[in-house]
């Protein structure tokens, strides 16, 4: 079982470095913040220009890494070796037990198991696999990159984010940068970076030095400093089609071309909420709690402010309305391949046919 993130960082502090580590997972906020930390805690100050060495397996090899790793630095008594896409160590076809691989590597990383009984002193190496993920095909992937390199003492596991975390990690940097956010506008904010903690960290940094800590963040301030933050827009309009409020349909329209939005990727915006609504429907889904639990049974990881926003269409929508809106959607996607040049007209025609009375 490997280390989470912040049981890495307690244990940086608190005992000696180890010979190596081994880093998997595509999460980076977490990666990039425990690679700062090891860095700091493995060089001084003064080595750090001589005493980090990053390597690519995409461009030399394992046996190389381990050659250098052996032999003693000029420059620097301390020594790390980053070693990224460490998953291109492994052999191309693992043969039976004993038997070796290409480049005569037998399985389970054996060279590095004799470097690591009698490793260098003075010298971390640091295994990073961001290639794969721990769900879905990847997760076999992971194990043979696990299983290789069993011999590192120390493994950390980046995760994504779960919605839940994404939120609080929100609110953690609200507090450390001093905004305000309100609970819509933290929706809309973990919606337009899709819970991604990297993202996060970078918009409230950005929206922090545009806003200040005088006033709150509006919906304006992350329709102009956030990509994709148009989207509340979307679910506005959404909400309009569904109370068939033709007037307050065009209005989030007109504010979507006021503010560039392109129209043909917000109809793509709109289909993604009908289709995903009108399967909750179907499969009988009517609280947040069930909605998550259905949608990532069939793939689709869902944030709670999402979920809601799914449960809040399909309750809004018949299964009727829902299906002739798809239909609707499809016959202006087609419009707009066909290359009509209004997209305005396109889309007021989608809005007028969707706000019919019943």
């Known amino acids: 079982m490997g280390l989470l993130p912040e049981q890495f960082l307690a244990r940086l502090n608190k005992q000696p470095l180890l010979p190596a580590y081994l880093f998997l997972g595509q999460e980076g906020y977490w990666r990039r913040i425990c690679k700062k930390a090891l860095l700091e805690r493995a060089l001084p100050p003064d080595q750090r220009t001589d005493g980090l060495t990053q390597a690519d397996l995409e461009n030399t090899t394992l046996s190389a890494v381990l050659d250098d790793a052996r032999s003693l630095s000029l420059f620097a008594s301390e020594r790390v070796i ?121 918009e409230i940094e950005k929206l922090s030095l545009f806003v200040g800590t005088g006033r709150g963040v509006t919906m304006e301030d992350l329709a102009a400093l956030v990509p994709n933050a148009a989207q509340s827009t979307i679910f506005a309009l959404v909400n309009a089609l569904g109370t068939r409020d033709r007037a307050g349909a065009l209005r989030s329209l007109q504010v979507l071309v006021r503010e560039g939005e392109y129209l043909p990727l917000a109809l793509t915006f709109l289909s993604t909420q009908f289709r995903l609504a009108l399967a909750a429907k179907e499969a ?31 309750g809004a929508f018949s299964k009727e309305h829902l299906a002739k809106a798809i239909a609707l959607i499809y016959e202006t996607d087609k419009k707009f391949r066909e290359g009509y040049k209004d997209d305005w007209l396109v889309m007021e025609s989608l809005v007028l046919a969707l706000t019919v009375s019943r």
Not at 141 to 169: G, I, N, Q
Not at 288 to 305: C, E, H, N, T
């Open 284 to 314: 009988r889904v009517v609280s947040v709690a069930q909605a998550q639990s259905f949608f990532a049974k069939i793939g689709v990881r869902m944030w709670r402010d999402r979920a809601e926003q799914v449960i809040a269409t399909a």
């Open 82 to 202: 980053w070693i990224c896409s460490a998953e291109l160590a492994l052999p191309r076809r693992l043969a039976s037990s004993g038997a070796e691989g290409e480049d005569g590597e037998r399985p389970g990383g054996s060279g590095l198991a004799d470097y690591l009984k009698e490793p260098t002193p003075g010298t971390v190496l640091v295994f990073e696999c961001s290639r794969y993920d721990f769900a879905g095909e990847d997760r076999a992937k992971l194990e043979r990159v696990e299983k290789f390199f069993s011999a590192v003492p120390a493994m950390v596991e980046f995760r994504h984010f779960t919605p839940e975390s994404s939120r609080f990690l929100a609110q953690d940097l609200a507090k450390q940068y001093g905004i305000k956010l309100g609970g819509a506008e933290l929706a809309v904010l973990l919606e337009a970076v899709a819970g991604d903690a990297s993202r996060l960290a970078a």
